[in-house]
Structure formats: C-alpha cells, structure tokens
C-alpha cells in the first residue's frame, strides 16, 4: 500500500513541545516565532524533515501556519481546515484563528505591545515577510531574522529526503531539456538578465525533463537551481541522488554540486539576476545583498511554460486519465456491490481503490492520500483517514471519494461522491446543484485574457440561488506526472493569471454541511482553443476539454432541476465515458457501466 492509516500528528505532545520552544525564545530574547506550513521550497507536500506546523501542534493540513506568543498560539487555517484544526490540536494550548478573515499583523499587535518576533528566513517569501512588516509598521514589534528554533527543540527530527532522480522520457515531455533552456535562456537575455534562480522543486523537474521522490505522492525532487544566460544550468542538490545514467541524461551543460555549495554559489554570480518574490526564500536575496550581487524581481521562469503543456503532455494525460478511468470504475461497481452488505469501512474502500488502481500495472504512485469520508466526515474538505477516525460506510448516508493517481504519462484527480442506500431529497438537491456548477465550468466559452477568478462564479451560482456555497476554490492547477497541485493558473476568485491553451485545471465546486455529510465533484479540463462560431465576432475564445470519464451517480441526480442544456451535456459525457472507458473493461463492470451511463430519464 502507498497509503498508511496512522496518525501523523501527536496533539497529546503539544503543549510539552510548545512549553519547550517558548523556553527557547525566551533564552533568545525573542516574544514569538512564525511556524509557516512551507518547507524552504514552498511546497504544499513536505517531507517528513520539514513537518514542523504538524510536529508542534498537532495539525495536519496541507496549508496553514501558527505564531506562538508568550500568552497565546494561534494555527492560522483557511475554510477547508476549520473542522479538521479542531480535531487535531490541543485546545487548551493552541488557538485556531479563521484566515485570511483574520490576518497575522493585526492579530499579532492584538496580543503584543512591544517586542521582537523571529521567523527562519529560508521558510519565508520576500512577500509574506514585506506584508507583515508593513501590517506592524505603526506597532513597536519587529521582525528578526533567525535560525529554525522549531529545529532546535525537535529532538528525533527527520534526516532530509534521499529519494532517487530518475529521468523522464522526451517522448512524454515533448521538449528536450536543452530546448526548454534555451527558450528561457534567451528571454534572461532580453530581460537584460545574468541568471534566474530556480526554487520550486517542479520548477527542476520540468526544466531539466528528469523527476524525483523526495516528497511522498509527488515525484520532485529537492534542489535549487541557477538557470545562466547561456543555457547552463548549476544544480545544487545532494549528489547522492544522481547516478550515472540520470547525469548522462542531464547533459554536460547541467553541473552538480552538493547543497553545501549553495550559498558561496550565489555569491560568485555577477548580476542582475532574476528571483521570484512570491516563491523563493527571503534568505536568497539576503544572500545576495551581503555578497553585493544585483538582482531584480521576477516570475519563476519556468512556471508559466510548465503550465501550458506541450501537445505530447496532453496526449499522454489523456491516456493515464483513460487506464485510471477504468480503475475507477471497476472500484464503483465494486462499491455498489459490497456497500449493501454493510460492512465496509473508509479504510476499505480506500484500499480497496488503491488495489485497482495498482492492477494497471502503471501506477507509480498516488497522487496524494485519498480522502474517503462517509456521512460526516465527508464534511471534512481534506479528510484524510486514519485508524481513529475510521467510520463506518452506513446506508442512508453520501461517500465522498477523492482520489487521484501518478502515472509516468500523467497525473489523475477525480471526485465522486456517491448514494450509499438512499440518503434523501436535501442531499440530492444538494448534489445536483454541485452538479449543475460542474457543468457550467464544462460548457464554458471565454475570450482570450480572462484569468480564473473571471469563471469561478458560474459554479457558485446554482447553489449562490439556494443560498450556499463553499469555502474553496473551485479549481487547481495540475502538472504532467508532477505536483497535482500546480501554479500559477486556478479556478479562484483570487487567480489572476490569464488561461491558455494548455493548462490543465481541476474542475471541483461542492457543497459541505458540518456534521452531516460532504458533496463534491471533480474532473480535470485543459484549456483548449474554441472553435469559430457562425456570426461571432470573437477572434480568440477558449474553452475547456474534459479529461476525466467516470460517470456520476445518477440515484443522486434531480432530474427535474436540470436545464435542457444540463440534461444534453450530461448525458453526452456519460455516453462518451461509455464509448472510452467501455472497451477497456469486461464482465459485471462493463454491465454495471452500460446502466450507469444510460440516458437521464425524464423528469
């Protein structure tokens, strides 16, 4: 199994080790510390190492941070977490504060007059850090620069990451490394830049056309890079991890050198050379300014064109979103078999998927732990199962199952939440509406320049009329056999970032009712060019390609709240699932698929 069940977190520990740091910031003269949920590469999935927001309070999400103060520690967490942080941490010792509702430099000031606050500058942006200074300006609190003093106190700390690089075929990635290089090479060169350094382990991967397994669920490896002018690249990262046929691979062009090397690297470089505010630690430019080195503030260079994937890319997404379909739905028909028999459990039923999944042969690993939550627990947008917290699959109830897979020709994620006996007319009013925002996202068409946060609203806007919604974005970035979740492009109110032919993106509204049960929907779409359309005026619209085949559970559609537009597009995607994903299975599945994608009866 890639998936365990134990408990990563130890909240009985919190206060002890909470007691000790603040013992530490007392002999360092400092009033608080920053606990950000970032490693130094800002990544969401980090190592065991770089754990320390969970190690101290218990927490496990994917995004948050803490500040521990003389009197108080607040866990900072978004609207996916404000369950799951309650569960998780020591009350008595720790405090959840709603964010961004609540932002740090208030809060702070709410409960400090005067004094100094550390923070480890390789585990912060230049940006998080500005923002903050500027929310403490008119305060007598400061910010100091400091060594890692969770570090200090984390006794049996991991060891960092020693997980194999291995190559990743051109065949797949549709460019070389050398012609990515010197694609970016030479915009560094019209920028009037030296160099750009690189932070973001997927940044790496892409640009170097290799991967790694450094971070479980995701295939990157940790390193930072130095991309020159002259398509030279200096990777720093241990040596270890590299054997001969990943250097061959690599190129004479690419050196290696051990993470040691880094600093006194940055300090021969002649500038100006790029560094991406948002992404790369403060700890770079500090770097640089002691070394007297210029630099300017620029987009990681790599982010953008591994965004939009080449035609390869997507043809080899396309057929791992097809073998994963299938899995899929051998697993549904599996579920809809043994669920009556009531005794499957969310343990169950994630192996059970894993299994399915492993028997493709393809499989290299998932794409991250897969949340299964049933009645409840599917309220839990980021529910991750443990022997603890295992529940039983009850009728009567919703089962949420998101889910996703790694394949060397693609990165799967996929939610379906499903009728566990009859749960009700409010759970399928619920669930068709989630349905109907799933559909709108599908059906778009948009001119050229809109970015996310331009789209998002059509899959709020069935349940905005019933007066609901949910607390998250509607869609994420997703990588060609690298992180499933990837920037810059969103489904957000907060994206900014233009879409473009190529970028592959979540498509996942839903709808979260504490205590009672979870809804959510997801396929992955590529921006696709749309096709001129008589009479319009339009020179360049997108629109969106489906990736994902898997049909929905009709015994939770109301068919009567379906537009005739809805009705058509559903059952077109259903009979298109049946028409790919038919073929690839036999048996009670392929039966089970034929009912399951039949036309909507009518209303």
Known sequence: MFQTFTSSADPGKGAERLAALRARLAAEGLAGFLIPRADAHQGEYVAERDERLAWLTGFTGSAGFAIVLPEVAGVFIDGRYRVQVRAQVDLAAFTPVPWPEVQPGPWIAEHLAADEIGFDPW?????????????????????????????????????????????????????SSLEKREALAAALRAAGQTAAILTLPDSLCWLLNIRGADVPRNPILHGFAVLHDDARVTLYAEPAKFDASVRAHMGPHVTLRPPSALVPGLHTLQGPVRLDRSSAPLALAQELDEAGVAYVWGEDPCRLPKACKTGAEIAATRAAHLRDGAAMVQFLHWLDTESPKGT?????????????????????????????????????????????????????????????????????????????????AEARACYTRVLQGMIAISRARFPK????????????????????????????????FLSVHEGPQRLSRLSEVPLAPGMILSNEPGYYRE????????????????????????????????????????HLIDVALLAP???????????????????????????????????????
């Open 565 to 603: 537009g809805e009705r058509v597009w559903l059952d077109a995607y259903h009979a298109e699932v049946l028409a790919r994903i038919g073929p690839l299975i036999s048996g009670p599945a392929a039966d089970w698929l034929h009912r399951a994608c039949a036309p909507l009866p009518a209303a």
């Open 449 to 480: 320049g809109l970015a996310g946060r331009d789209l998002d609203a059509l899959a709020r806007a069935p349940l905005w009329m019933a007066g609901q919604d949910y607390d998250h974005g509607t869609g994420h970035g997703v990588g060609a």
């Open 123 to 175: 585990l912060h942006t230049a940006d998080e850090i500005a923002r903050l200074e500027t929310a403490l300006a008119d305060t007598a609190i400061r910010l100091r620069s400091t060594a890692n003093l969770v570090d200090a106190v984390w006794r049996d700390q991991p060891a960092a990451p020693l997980g194999m690089a291995f190559a990743h075929p051109q065949a797949l990635a549709g460019l």
């Open 515 to 554: 205590g009672v049960f979870g809804i959510r929907l997801e396929n992955l779409i590529v921006v696709t060019e749309a096709p001129a359309l008589p009479g319009g005026d339009q020179r360049a619209q997108f629109a969106f390609e489906t990736l994902t085949f898997v049909p929905f559970d009709r």
């Open 344 to 424: 499957l459990t969310e343990i169950d039923v994630v192996t059970a998927l894993e299994g399915f999944r492993r028997a493709t042969n393809a499989l290299h690993d998932l794409s991250f732990d897969t949340i299964c939550g049933a009645g409840p627990n599917g309220a839990i947008i980021h529910y991750r199962v443990t022997q603890d917290t295992n529940r039983r699959v009850q009728q009567g109830q919703l089962l949420l199952v998101d889910s996703g897979g790694q394949y060397q020709d693609g990165t799967t994620d996929i939610t379906r939440t499903l009728a566990i006996g009859d749960p009700g």
